[in-house]
Nanobody, 122 residues
Framework: VQLQASGGGFVQAGGSVRLSCAAF????????MGWFRQAPGKEREFVAA????????YYADSVKGRFTISRDNAKNTVYLQMNMLKPEDTAVYYC????????????????WGQGTEVTVSS
């Protein structure tokens, strides 16, 4: 399974960006797909996740009301619509796939994409 993230770039504060993550491979399956981010000098943190079957979303408190995660099962693709961006959203964003149930949507991921960088200027 390969995950390919795209859509990052430079944006001004208050702007919007949509990230995409496409999954490839004949054995692709998913229970949860998530987005994480890592800012310079900081640890990677959970951003959002979505249940692949029923579409239930999960969000970090820092992005609730600003970010929306969605998925297209037919295209094996998950999206992260990021609105009202802030300079503190600047990071490399990674998508990830977890194939089994787990108690927390913040850990236990099996596959990771290569990351796409988002820079928000003030």
């Amino acid at each position: 399974v390969q995950l390919q993230a795209s859509g990052g770039g430079f944006v001004q504060a208050g702007g919007s960006v949509r990230l995409s993550c496409a999954a490839f491979g004949p054995t692709f399956s998913s229970y949860i797909m998530g987005w994480f981010r890592q800012a310079p000098g900081k640890e990677r943190e959970f951003v959002a996740a979505i249940n692949w079957s029923d579409g239930r979303p999960y969000y970090a408190d820092s992005v609730k009301g600003r970010f929306t995660i969605s998925r297209d099962n037919a295209k094996n693709t998950v999206y992260l619509q990021m609105n009202m961006l802030k300079p503190e959203d600047t990071a490399v964003y990674y998508c990830a796939d977890r194939v089994r149930y787990g108690a927390s949507v913040k850990k236990g991921y099996d596959y990771w994409g290569q990351g796409t960088e988002v820079t928000v200027s003030s």
